[in-house]
Nanobody, 126 residues
Framework: QMQLRESGGGSVQAGESLRLSCSSA???????MAWFRQAEGKEREGVATIYTGGDNTYYADSVKGRFTISQDNAKDTTYLQMNNLRPEDTAIYYC????????????????????WGQGTQVTVSS
């Protein structure tokens, strides 16, 4: 059972930055790591994914050029650097993981991620 824990959320002004972290315990050798978010009253949506066995990344159109996902395998930690934040980025951000064999397994936002963190709130005010 993989355990995930997010940190780094908070309240910022539009245009500012935040970095979210997702620490993993009891990890598997290769997996897709992803960030999802859910705003109040809206469905959960994918934000970014990364394949831990390489540098393959995937982003939602709404965050391309502003957010960067990265992986530190030595620390078993996944990061989401969020720059130029907008009020519409306000949401609870969740880290998710699934075992993966190939980089292409992490393309897109699959619906079968089976390990999830508890979420961290990000609030962006105008």
């Amino acid at each position: 059972q993989m355990q995930l824990r997010e940190s780094g959320g908070g309240s910022v002004q539009a245009g500012e930055s935040l970095r979210l972290s997702c620490s993993s315990a009891r990890t598997y050798s290769s997996r897709c790591m992803a960030w999802f978010r859910q705003a109040e009253g809206k469905e959960r949506e994918g934000v970014a994914t990364i394949y831990t066995g390489g540098d393959n990344t995937y982003y939602a159109d709404s965050v391309k050029g502003r957010f960067t996902i990265s992986q530190d395998n030595a620390k078993d930690t996944t990061y989401l650097q969020m720059n130029n934040l907008r009020p519409e980025d306000t949401a609870i951000y969740y880290c998710a993981a699934i075992i993966a064999r190939f980089p292409a397994d992490c393309d897109g936002f699959r619906h079968d991620y089976n390990f999830w963190g508890q979420g961290t709130q990000v609030t962006v005010s105008s």
